[in-house]
């Protein structure tokens, strides 16, 4: 009950192109959904995050989509840019346990 | 406002042996989260620290240790290094020990020869 699934593993992308990301989680108790984009040799850095007492948030070109019946959410990323191109983790944090658990990465291709 | 800040960068060490890694908390953040990111993974959650106590622990053995001093800033310690623990140790802070946002330092590379 502890797992966070993400998919697709990579994924290549045309410039001006939709990026789309999904993750699903399993435990109810979860009620606070980040992404984190990575570059390599770096920290991640917090993109967007979600709580699911709202369906969607949109911050620029980065928009978050959660369906808390189906127990999943998403990454849409629009007008992708090469300068996309990195690994993108999501994550859920909730319950007793203080820690946030990741997905296993989905690493972007932006294409010029 | 500085961010979270980690050193140091990379360290290489013996099986066997012990180390230390340290981590200052981005300006108004009294929280600390560690955590392990093997290579092509997802980061993997250590334990907390919450004025100065820890506060919540991942599935690591008890030779993963840590600290935080008053000043908010933390150590992780790694006794007997195996070279599983050959991996990139991110800290991370926040404001407080709920659902705040967690922001991450550029990690310490760690390779255990």
């Known amino acids: 009950q502890q797992q966070v699934k993400q998919s697709p593993q990579s994924l290549i992308v045309q410039k001006g192109g939709i990026s789309i990301i999904n993750c699903a989680y399993e435990?109810?108790?979860?009620?606070?959904f980040p992404w984190y984009q990575q570059f390599p040799g770096k920290g991640p850095a917090l993109l967007i995050a979600?709580?699911?007492?709202?369906s969607e948030k949109k911050e620029g070109r980065f928009t978050i989509s959660f369906n808390k019946s189906a127990k999943q959410f998403s990454l849409h990323i629009m007008d992708s840019q090469p300068g996309d191109s990195a690994t993108y983790f999501c994550?859920?944090?909730?319950?007793?346990?203080?820690?946030?658990?990741f997905g296993t990465g989905t690493l972007l291709a932006v294409q010029p | 406002e500085t961010g979270v800040t980690q050193s140091p960068t990379h360290l290489i060490k013996t099986r066997g042996q012990q180390v230390t890694l340290r981590c200052s908390s981005q300006?108004?953040?009294?929280?600390v989260s560690w955590y392990q990111q093997a290579l092509g993974q997802g980061p993997q959650f250590i334990f907390q620290y919450y004025r100065e106590e820890e506060n919540g622990r991942g599935n690591f053995p008890p030779r993963f240790s840590g600290l935080q001093f008053p000043n908010y800033s933390s150590e992780l310690n790694v006794n007997a290094l195996e070279l599983d623990d050959s991996a990139l140790y991110l800290c991370?802070?926040?404001?407080?020990?709920?659902?705040?946002?967690?922001?991450f330092g550029p990690g310490t590379r760690l390779t255990v020869t």
């Open positions: 994550a859920s944090y909730g319950g007793a346990t203080n820690k946030l658990i």
């Open positions: 300006s108004g953040h009294n929280t």
């Open positions: 991370a802070s926040s404001r407080g020990q709920g659902r705040y946002e967690q922001y």
């Open positions: 435990n109810t108790a979860f009620d606070y």
């Open positions: 979600i709580r699911p007492d709202v």
